[in-house]
């Protein structure tokens, strides 16, 4: 039920996205517009005032559209940036400057100041703006990564060529694996605002996929998506759709035999590998709509009808609507819950599917009234879940006798469950550790649900 709220909501967004521009425009007015723009990305916006910003409807024109460009740039990106910014008292602001000239006489289409945070554009360009973006980005990064480690490691990525070339030098037999742009071999610098410009305007980099995967410019991509995560503490630099996630190759087995029709993938994403996110962590509530799926599966294969068929209709006396249906005992067969009301225990937004762990004792909330549906989910929680599934599907079959060499980090509720599931195989360590703090990625899940399909299937 959460998914499809959700879905209907950012389909809502979205079209808001497009058409409240207009509407936004029509009802209100420069200093209001302004103000919630800079407001929403914590940026100041300034103009230098000629032809093409002198009235109000100009300038409306270009914040919608820097609003717009900012909207692309990954939350979890700009929020630590912006932080860390104002930690050093400075404020970040785009300033538009329709008549922009550089000291050598030549106009600039747009130039990063970084002693005042200041990104200057001559227009709205989009891939000019990420340009200038990631310049901020670099500049930020010599500060909390260490300028000398991220240089040593960005030009190590150069198979020895030298910057310097300059764009009418760009050799593309020569530099196509190391250079994204001719702009990318003047310096480091130019490098590192191509490549974000590159990889998070338009498309273009899902259009190149195929030709940069594995090329030094891809590598430099991934060194900026993970010098941001370790030094911002950012999220992610680039949406996955831009960069997409291959499987890890342990993984890719599971991920493309997947199991059958009666599995929802939809979690996971398309079946097409390459807009997925299988290095992230999973959250706690879609790892139990993978769980349910899974168990659907089984009892699909088992009993020829599916886990449960729950609905939703209006309480008068609740005023809402409360989820209600059949559940099926994936053991036996049996009806557990025959056309009756699914208990809602918690008081957070989750979906059916965790109505339905929950019902079947797979899994509980962080306390008793709250499930913590985005929370990120451990290994050991995960092993604790996946026990519980376990006991529930009936699954017999210990395959081996594990002590991991980190079980004094368990905790002490986790350790009959990650014991449960190093026994019977359903999850390994590495290197004979389990690492139980560590989060739980998608592909983890992945593999993890295809092996207690396989393991029943039989
Ligand atoms: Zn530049």
New binding site residues.
Partial sequence: MKQRITSVLLAIVLLCGIMCGNAFAASQNLSEIRASVEKQYSVKIEFVENESTETDADKINYILEISNHLSRIPSELHEPLVAHLKASGKTVKIRINPQMIVLDGHTAL???DHSNARITLIDTDEYVFF??Y??MLHAVLNEKYGATKLTNEWTALNGGQKYGAGESNYDQSVYSNMFISG?ST?NM??DI??IFAGFTSQVWVRQKYETLNGTNIWKKAMLLEQAGKSALNAGRVFFPTYVPQMPSPWAVDAIDRGFGDNFDRSVLGSKERDILLYQESISRGEFCEFLVSTINAVSVNRHGKGLYNIYYKWSRENMTWVPCGTINDPKTGNTLLNDGLLPEPYTDGVSTEVLIASYLGVVSGVSDSFFDYYGKITREQAAVMLARACEVLGYAGDVNTVTPTDSDSISPWAKAGVDYVMRTGIMTGSDGAFSPRQTYTYEQAYVTLVRIYDNLAQ
Avoid: D, K, N
């Fill in positions: 747009g130039t990063y340009h200038e990631g310049h702009r003047v610098g130019e605002a191509e």
